[in-house]
């Protein structure tokens, strides 16, 4: 890396796009051809790969500097972001509150010995996640990813009831390590060639996605579609032809985030809540996408008052740095037992003290800095703008806080991949960093840094306007 952070611009944080070599520049593509040579082609080498299938260069940028809302590419383009990275800078980009947590923590220790001799910022970070944790939730399981924390929600969801089995959600997306990817049903090829490695006591289930609503009821009202999947699930418990007997748990997103920022009906969640309890199942919440803030409050949960048993977090937790955890109540988290000499659940970096000490850091500012309502403003001032936009390509609108969504049809009323990635790959071409979400990569996913300036957006929604009318002169 040669640019030294005197070479960024003034104001980097919060400038609007500045285009100086069309994406991918030289630079970032001189990158990836090397990163092909190197990295497994499942990962960032597979989109040069579609370049031949498209004829599109849809090589990826490399970002080089980020700060605020605006991320810097290897060619010195400046764009804005509004993915947050997949959701994980809420508080915006290398928050200085985080980032001189790092530096301090870097000064002091940076590895630890997890479970065996763990370190005070450890401690003092998990005391903190209990703080901000919702009802009982108090005991957690640190882990890395997302899928971390999933695993081990679901290992403990097994070892409390003594069941294996797990209801989850069609278009859920719980992350790709095993344990996760056996409740992901995001899409059909991340899960195929896997099957049989596979838990396979997983019972799909259809999420009430009012846009599109399982059971064939197109139209019918959303507390119409959450009975049914009420209905089918309490069905599904009750028969025993389904081998429900096994089942010890529900995972649910209570919005779907890469499943393209659905909504359930209201109600929902406080159903599964009473099924939960009538069954004795441990109903999980995956929050990894929609906690902190992310929805217009800490957690998405609060919308309806519904608390899990399990909270799973990650993303924005470790302000940029990996980090996760599965928070439980705990007569649930202390059915582990007292481990007799090894921890039957632990990892190398289980509470990595640089993770600790970002992560806490992390939490004091977002509970001081009251960055939910930050979040909550700002998605009200997207929201407004979204729902002005007039286009036969657009079904819905939808999400919550700063979470929301554009999904595109096509004429027949079937959902338009291509739209939603040609729009994406305009928006990259003019400065903007967004993500396709939905099963098929339909719905325009918006999960900005909180941070996002009022003349960031609306010079967004500007060039999102003139996109979209462009696309809808060539359908
Ligand atoms: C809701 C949700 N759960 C779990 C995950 C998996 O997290 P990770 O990629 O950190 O394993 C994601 C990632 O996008 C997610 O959105």
């Known amino acids: 890396m040669n640019e030294t952070k005197e070479e960024l611009p003034k104001d980097f944080g919060l400038l609007l796009p500045k285009i100086i070599a069309s994406p991918p520049g030289p630079l970032s593509r001189d990158f990836i051809t090397r990163l ?94 209990a703080q901000i944790a919702p009802g009982d939730l108090q005991e957690s399981i640190l882990g890395l990813s997302g899928a971390d924390a999933i695993g081990a929600a679901l290992k403990t969801a097994a070892i409390h009831t003594g069941k294996s089995g797990v209801i989850a959600f069609w278009n859920g997306y719980h992350g790709l390590g095993h344990g996760a990817l056996s409740v992901t049903a995001y899409r059909k090829s991340f899960r195929e060639p896997f099957l049989s490695q596979l838990g396979r006591d997983v019972f799909h289930v259809p999420y009430p996605n009012p846009a599109r609503p399982p059971f064939g009821l197109q139209g019918a009202a959303p507390e119409t ?31 779907l985030g890469r499943g393209g920022e659905v909504v359930p009906p209201e109600g929902f969640l406080q159903g599964l809540r ?6 004795s199942l441990v109903l999980i919440f995956d929050e990894i996408f929609t906690g902190f803030g992310r929805t217009g409050k800490t957690f998405a949960c609060e919308w309806e008052g519904v608390l899990p048993d399990i909270l799973c977090v990650g993303k924005a937790l470790g302000g940029g740095f990996p980090l ?8 649930i988290m202390r059915s582990w037992g007292t481990s007799s000499g090894e921890s039957v659940h632990t990892s190398t970096f289980l509470g990595n003290p640089l993770g600790c000490a970002m992560g806490l ?48 049809i096509k004429s027949d009323g079937s959902p338009d991949g291509a739209r939603g990635l040609q729009i994406c790959s305009e928006l990259l071409a003019k400065g903007f960093i967004c993500l396709p979400s939905g099963a098929w990569g339909h719905v325009l996913g918006l999960s900005p840094p909180f941070v996002l300036s009022e003349e960031q957006w609306k010079s967004f929604f500007h060039t ?7 696309a809808d002169l060539s359908r």
């Open 225 to 255: 579609i959450r009975d049914a999947v009420l209905t089918h699930i309490r069905s599904m418990l009750s028969e025993p032809a389904t081998g429900a007997e096994g089942i010890g748990a529900i995972i649910i997103e209570p919005i």
């Open 361 to 408: 850091a992390f939490l004091e500012e977002f509970k001081e800095g009251d960055w939910a309502n930050r979040a909550q403003k700002l998605g009200e001032m997207m929201y407004q703008d979204l729902s002005t936009l007039r286009s036969p390509s657009i079904s819905d609108i939808r999400g919550r806080g700063a979470m929301l969504g554009v999904e595109f």
């Open 274 to 279: 009473e099924i939960a309890d009538e069954f």
């Open 36 to 129: 092909a040579a190197t990295e497994c082609p499942a990962i960032t080498a597979r989109r040069a790969r579609r370049q031949h299938e498209t004829g599109v260069n849809q090589d990826p940028i490399v970002w080089t500097h980020a700060l605020g809302a605006n991320i810097r590419d290897a060619d010195g383009n400046i764009y804005v972001d509004l993915s947050a990275a997949f959701a994980v800078s809420g508080l915006g980009h290398r928050h200085p509150r985080v980032a001189q947590a790092a530096h301090s923590q870097v000064d002091r220790m940076i590895h630890a010995m997890g479970d065996v001799f763990p370190s005070d910022v450890k401690i003092e970070f998990s005391e903190k996640l």
């Open 464 to 470: 999102l306007q003139n996109c979209i009318e462009k």
């Open 324 to 331: 996760s955890a599965a928070i439980g109540r705990p007569h």
